[in-house]
């Protein structure tokens, strides 16, 4: 079985870092895509980045771009989420997923896409 789990989240001052990780295993497909998504309450839960697992492709929402990189190592299953310059906007719970075949809506963010899911870590950004 495809089992996902993220960890790494916590309470932050605004500008703080925090990095988190998806741990991956049960994967046997070629290709795939890991993407991290995030969810606030009260909102719609939304594509933060991904990668894809054949050319290490990435994606970031522009929300995002310049503050957080996303990269994998691959010997460890583990995909992570390197997030600085951190505001308090960036507040949701953040899920890690998996999309067995990669498809260009994945590869944007669609968090539909994704057919694996681990459970949730809290970011908290204090202003």
């Known amino acids: 079985d495809v089992q996902l789990q993220a960890s790494g989240g916590g309470l932050v001052q605004a500008g703080g870092s925090l990095r988190l990780s998806c741990v991956a295993s049960g994967f046997t497909f070629d290709d795939y895509a890991i993407g991290w998504f995030r969810q606030a309450p009260g909102k719609e839960r939304e594509g933060v980045s991904c990668i894809r697992s054949s050319d290490s492709s990435t994606y970031y929402a522009d929300s995002v771009k310049g503050r957080f990189t996303i990269s994998s190592d691959n010997a460890k299953n583990t995909v992570y989420l390197q997030m600085n310059s951190l505001k308090p906007e960036d507040t949701a719970v953040y899920y890690c997923?998996?999309?067995?075949?990669?498809?260009?809506?994945?590869?944007?963010?669609?968090?539909?896409?994704?057919?694996?899911w681990g459970r949730g870590t809290q970011v908290t950004v204090s202003s």
């Open positions: 997923a998996a999309d067995p075949f990669p498809t260009i809506a994945a590869m944007v963010g669609a968090y539909l896409e994704y057919d694996y």
